[in-house]
């Protein structure tokens, strides 16, 4: 099972990649988790300065951005 972490305040640009990153994951049938962190010191501990980003078991993947469909489902078919 992934888990799929989405990092962010809770602003607009979170709220989409969140909805972006669980249509993709259902698009692939993958087993799935996903998680919001809103904490800033547990997103700037993941190395995170911009925001939204996406993390992947873990894995900080992207961050300031909300990668195209394509890329989102190329980044969880690619994840350990």
């Known amino acids: 099972m992934k888990k799929i972490q989405i990092l962010g305040t809770g602003c607009a640009k979170c709220v989409k990649l969140y909805a972006a990153a669980e249509g993709a994951a259902k698009e692939l049938g993958l087993e799935y988790e996903m998680e919001k962190i809103t904490d800033l010191d547990k997103i700037t501990e993941m190395g ?17 951005k909300i990668p195209s469909p394509e890329e989102l489902e190329a980044l969880l078919s690619d994840a350990k």
């Open 48 to 64: 995170v300065m911009m925001t939204p980003a996406l993390a992947i078991n873990g894995a900080v993947k992207t961050s300031g």
